[in-house]
């Protein structure tokens, strides 16, 4: 802080494995200012992406604007805050694509952490808590299952749209400058559907009434971009089972029967193709 402005700086520290190594401090530096860059680059570096003014490779710091003090962090999100954290996906997923490919960031290993971390191999033999919905959701039907190793596939394999990687609650901050979206250092190209079912298994969690969490799928179905259904409930799923295994910052944790059901409509969605039956009833 000086006199005249203030900014935010990120330093990228060891990230807990929780089981499954993780990412480490150089790479995830790499991805987040790549993930910057490359959002400059198709221009939707402005609202609602924090302004990053500063890098430093050889300490892994990131120096950003300072939005201002955080604001309301309990209050749930409105329906013109959902409707813009939609659009910021849209045109993050839809503009990167003319990102050159010489400056877009592979991250093949962000992209295989990932798949370890939502599609976690031998789930049978991890009876651990933190595995307990994903071990469900691997043990439902062989057309389940099948669609999720497809998924699972589409992660790894990659792709050509920016994928901002960690769209959850935690990282969706009200300021005193408005909604700001943080944390980008899982960032990579890849299938925008990855994004897609983190935003709207957080909306879920969040629990939300039902015409704001209505709001996000209408814009996101009305997209230029195409987002494939199947993909979209498949990620959704897995993002949701996760986020009831280790918890979800921002979040409050639903209770057992609030889970079963979401759980339930989760499944649904993948077995319909369609991730608005994720929508609460009524």
């Not at 990855?194 to 709001?215: E, N, S, T, Y």
Request: with cysteine; proline share 5%; net charge neutral.
């Amino acid at each position: 802080v000086t006199n005249e402005r203030a900014w935010f700086l990120k330093h990228f520290l060891v990230w807990p494995d929780n089981g499954v190594v993780a990412p480490a401090q150089r790479d995830r530096f790499h991805a987040e200012s790549l993930f910057h860059r490359a959002a400059r680059i198709s221009r939707c570096d402005r609202e609602p992406l924090p302004t990053l003014v500063h890098q430093d490779a050889n300490e892994q710091c990131l120096v950003f604007e300072d939005a201002g003090p955080e604001v309301d962090g309990g209050a749930v999100l409105t329906e013109s805050e959902v409707e813009a954290l939609a659009w910021f996906l849209i045109n993050v997923h839809h503009h990167s694509q003319s990102v050159p490919v010489c400056a877009r960031h592979c991250s093949e290993g962000i992209r295989r952490w990932h798949a370890a971390r939502l599609f976690p191999a031998g789930l049978a033999a991890r009876r651990g808590r933190d595995y307990r919905w994903r071990q469900r959701l691997f043990g439902e039907d062989v057309e389940v299952v099948s669609v999720l190793e497809r998924s699972r596939e589409a992660l790894i394999d990659g792709g050509a749209n920016l994928v901002h990687g960690d769209f959850v609650p935690g990282n969706w901050v009200r300021t005193t400058a408005g909604l700001r979206v943080v944390d980008a250092e899982f960032s990579f190209f890849g299938r925008p559907e990855f994004d897609v079912g983190a935003f709207l298994a957080g909306l879920a969690l969040l629990d939300l009434p039902r015409v704001v969490q209505a709001r996000a799928h209408e814009v996101l179905a009305q997209a230029c971009v195409r987002y494939d259904p199947g993909m979209v409930a498949a990620f959704l799923a897995v993002h949701l089972c996760s986020m009831l295994d280790g918890g979800a910052a921002g979040v409050r944790a639903p209770s057992g029967s609030q889970a079963l059901a979401l759980y339930r409509r989760a499944v649904a969605a993948i077995r319909q193709r369609d991730p608005s039956l994720t929508l609460p009833r009524g």
